[in-house]
C-alpha cells in the first residue's frame, strides 16, 4: 500500500468514528500514551548539533547499547569476574527489544515475547537459562527439563480466519487437499534442513554463524523467500500465507523480500527439546522476554555492581592515541560527556554507525547496506477478557488471519489463576508492505487516536465487545525495530566486517547475524565480550564452545 | 385468480416441507441420532401423504371449503407440532416417539390432501397439461425456499416453536385468502371465516407467548421446580426442588443433591481427616456450599476451617437462606470457620499458612481455565502448604466413566512427589465417584470413625480402596500446563458416556 492511500485509509477510519454519521454511538476511545523509542533524541543525532563534551571520564571497557547483546557482553564480563566496564544506553532502562511494561493487571511485553527451545549449539543461552533456574540439571543435555511456569500453557496457538477460531497457525479449514500435500512436502523439506550436516556444522545453525557454508545453501541468501518457494513449485496461497506471516513476525517484512535463506532458517534451525515439553513449546513469561533482560541485569549487578548509565546519547564515536572515545549526550544534565575506554563494544543497532563513528568509511558504508523494519506494538488493558467468536479456545499466540497486524499475545496466559480477570493484550503489527522509509514516516504522522481507531477496529471482527471492555490503549512506535534479512545481507561482505575482531572494537548487535532473534543478540554479546576478555588478556572459560 | 392459486401453491408446499423439518429437526435434536431421526420421519411423512392424496378422492363436493379447512387444521396442527412435540418430551418422555409419529403421520396426510385439492379446483379453469406443469412447479420451488431458509434463517432466529408458528400462521392465510377469492361460491363462508379467525388468534397468540413458554419448557428440563437462580460475574447459579430434594447445579452441572450429598461429603472428609488426631487447622478450596466444612465441623480438635471460594454469592447463599443452612449445619456461619472470597489459586501463591488437611473440591477439569487446577504446578504449589504430616484430597471426577481421567489426577499428584491413595464411593445422584488421598508418607485407613456417620463404617471402608477391574490403573501422561492432556482425556471420555 503506498504511503498516501495508507493516510487516507487512516483519515477515513477517523471519520467514520466522528458521532453522527451513521454508524451507532461508540464508546470513546480509552485512554493511553504514543511511545517512541527516543524518537526526539534521534533526530537531534541527524541534527549534528548537540554540545561538545565538558567532561572526559576513562573507563577501561564501553559497552553501548543495553539491549540484550550489550546484557549479554556485560553479563559475559562479570561472569568472567571482570568487572571494570560501563553500560550506557539511550533509553531510561536497559532490556532493548525484550523491555516489559507493567500496570494494576501484571506485566506484559513491549516487542519480543518468547524464547523457542534452545538449540543444541546454543550454549551460551542455556548457560544463561541454567543460571536463571529456568532449564535445570545439565545445561548442555539433549533434553533438559524446564521450570513449569516458563513453559508456554496450553493453548499456545490459534488462528482467527474466515470468522472462526482454529488450532495452530497453519490455516486448515476449507484448504483444499492439494495445497494440503503442499504442506506436506513443505514440512518434510524444512525437516530435511534441519537434519543436514556438512560436517560438524548443521545447514541451518542458531547462532547462524554457526551454520554450514556450503555453496548451494549460501546460493539461497541471493533470492527471495517467495521465489525459491515458487521455483520449488510452491503455489498453494495459504502456504504462501503462512511462510509469509512467520517473515513479518520474525524478521517484520514479508516473504517477497526476505531472503531465501533467512525464510528457511526460521523452519530449520530450531533442535531444541526438553524432557517435559514438546519440541515446539516456547518459554515465555506475563512480561515477554523481560525476564531474560532483567536476569543478566540482575547478574551483572551482583556480581560487579551498578554498572549501566541510562539516558546517554552516544553522538561521536572517534579513535585517538591508541584508545577510543564515546562522546555522551545526557538529556537530563543538559551536558556532553566523554567516555575514552581501552575496548568498546558497540551493542546498539548498526543505522547509527553512519550518523555516530568518525572516520570509518567502510564500516560506514557496510552499515548503509542494512536497513530496518519499523514496527508497532499495542497494549491494550480489558477489564476483563472480551466475547470471542466460535471455535478454539483463547490461546496465549492468537494470530489473525488476513489483518495489517500479526494478532496478540495474552500476557496473563501464564498466570496460575482459578478465573481469569482483567488481562492485558499486545497487539503487534510490522509496518511491511510499504518502505520502511515510508513506515517511519507513517508512524510519524499517524497519532494514537487513529492507532488506537484501526487496532480496535480490527480486534473487534473475532472480539465483538473489545471496545467496551479495553480501559487503557498505549501505543509504542519502534522506527527501527529490526535488521531485515533482505538477499544478500545474511552472507554479504557488509555483515560478515560487523561480525568480525577488530584491535580496540567489536560490534555486540543481533544486527551483526543480519536479523534480529533473541538467540543471535546474546551470542554476538558473549562472543564480542570473549574477544574483548582475550585482547586484554584475561582469562575465561568460554561459553560458545 | 389461477395465478393466485398458483401462489397459494407455493406457500402450502413451503409449509408441508417446514412441518417436516420440524420434525425431524426436534426428534434428532431431542433423541439424537440424526441419520435415524430424519430418514424415518421423511419415510413416514411421505408415506402419509400418498395416503392423503389417496383420501383426496373421496372429497367430492365443496372442494373450495373442504381445502380452506384443511388448511385451517394444517395451520393449528403442524403450527403448534414443534410446541407440542416439545412439552411431550419434557413432561412426559415416554409416548414421545408415539406423539412424534402420529403428529408427523397426520400432518403429512393433510399435507397429501392440499395439492390434489388445488389441482382439482384450477382444472375447471386450465388443461390438464397446464395444471400439471405449473401447479408441480410451484410446490416444488416453494420447498426449494424453506430448504434454504429453514437452516440459515428460520432455526438461528426464530427457532423451532416459533418457526412452526410461522409457518401455521401462512397456512392460515392461505385460507383467508381462498375465502376471499371464492367469496361468490361459498355458501357457508361466514362460518368458515369465524373458523379461519379463531385459528387465526390461536396461532398468533402462540407466538407471541413463544418466547415464555420456550423458558418454561426447558426450565422444565432441570426436572424439579426452579427455587432459585443467580447469573454471578463466575457462574450461573441454579437451585431446585423436588419434595425433600434440593439439588445445585452450578453453569448447568449438577453439584450436590440434598438426598446423596452426605455420601459424597462423608466420603470427601472423614477417610482422611480421621487419621489425623492431631489436625488444628484445615483448608478447603472449592465448596463454597459448606457440605465438606460442615464434615470438618465435626471434630472438636479442628480448631480453624479455612474455605476459599471464589464466588461470594455462593457462601453468600449458603450462610443465609433457611433450608441451605439446615443442609450445612450453618458450617459458614460457625466461629471455627472462615471464609475467603478469592481465586484459590492467588491464594495460595500470596499465602504462605499451612494446614494439616487440605481438601480440594474443585469442578470436573472439562475446560482449560480449570485444568489448570489440576495440574502438577498446582499441586507442587498445595504441597507447599502442608505441614509436616498433613493429607490433601482431592475430588477426582469418575474413575468408572472418566478412567483415565481419574488416573491421570493419580499420575500427576506423583510426579511431584506425593504419595497418593487413590479411593472411590457410590453417589447415586452423580454415579461411582472417585477421590484421591495425597501425602508424603504411606496412609493408613481408619480403623473407627471418631465421629457421626451415615455412610461410612470401618467395616465398609477397606472396600473404597479397592478397584474393581473396570476401574483399575490405566496408564495416563502428566497432567502439565503446557500439554492440558487431563482436559483432553475428560472431553473424549465424557462425550462417550452421553453418548
Redo the contacts between chains.
Sequence with gaps: MERREFLATLAAAGLASLPGCGSPPRPPLPPGDLLGSAMDLGHRLRAGDLPPPAETRRVPVLIVGAGIGGLAAGWKLARSGFTDFLIVELEGEAGGNSRSGRNEVGAYPLAAHYLPLPTREATAVRELLAELGVLQGDPRAARPRYD??Y??????ERLYRNGWWQDGVLPLLGVSAAERQQYRRFFALMEAFRQRRDGASRAFALPMELSSRAADLLALDTLSMRDWLLAQGFDAPQLHWYVDYACRDDYGTGLAEVSAWAGIHYFACRNGEAQ???SD?VLTTPGGNGWLAQGMAQSIAARAGDRLLSGALAFRVGAADGRMSVDLWRPAQQRSLRLVAEQLIWAAPLFLVPHVFAGQAALKAAARHYSHAPWLVANLTLARFPEQRAGA?TAWDNVLHDSPGLGYVVSTHQQ??????ATVFTYYRALSGMTPQEGRAVLQETPREAWAEQILAELERPHPDIRQLTTRLDVHCNGHAMARPLPGLIWGQARRLFAADAPRLRFAHADASGFSLFEEAQYRGVLAAERTLRRLGKPFTSSLS | MNQALLFSVFVVASCGLAYELIAGALSSYLLGDSVMQFSTVIGCYLFAMGIGSWLSRYVERHLVARFVQVELIVGVLGGYSAAGLFFIFVWFSAPFKLALYLAVFAIGVLVGLEIPLIMRILKRDLSFKDVVSQVLTFDYLGALAVSILFPLLLVPHLGLVRSGLLFGLLNVLVALWALWLFRAQLHNAAWLRTQAFVSLAVLAGGFAAAGQFTTLAEAHLYADEVVYTEATP?QRIVLTRWKDDLRLFLNNNLQFSSRDEYRYHEALVHPGLSTLPGARRVLVLGGGDGLAAREILKYPQVESVTVVD?DPAMTQLFSTAAPLRKLNADALLSPRVSVVNE????WL?ENDDSFDFVVVD?PDPS????G??Y????Y??LEKHLSAGALAVIQSTSPLYARQSFWCVVSTLESVGFVTTPYHALVPSFGEWGFVLAGRRAYKPPAAYPVDTRFLTPETTPALFQFPKDMARVDAEVN?????VLVRYFESEWRQVIR
Excluded: V, W
Design positions: 513449569e511456569r513453559l508456554c500453557a496450553t493453548p499456545q517435559d515439553a514438546a513449546t479456545s496460575m489463576r482459578q478465573h481469569a480477570g | 463466575y471464589l481465586d484459590a489459586l492467588q501463591e474443585f475446560n482449560f481455565a480449570i489448570k487446577l495440574s502438577a504446578a498446582f507442587r504449589l502439565r500446563l503446557n500439554n492440558q
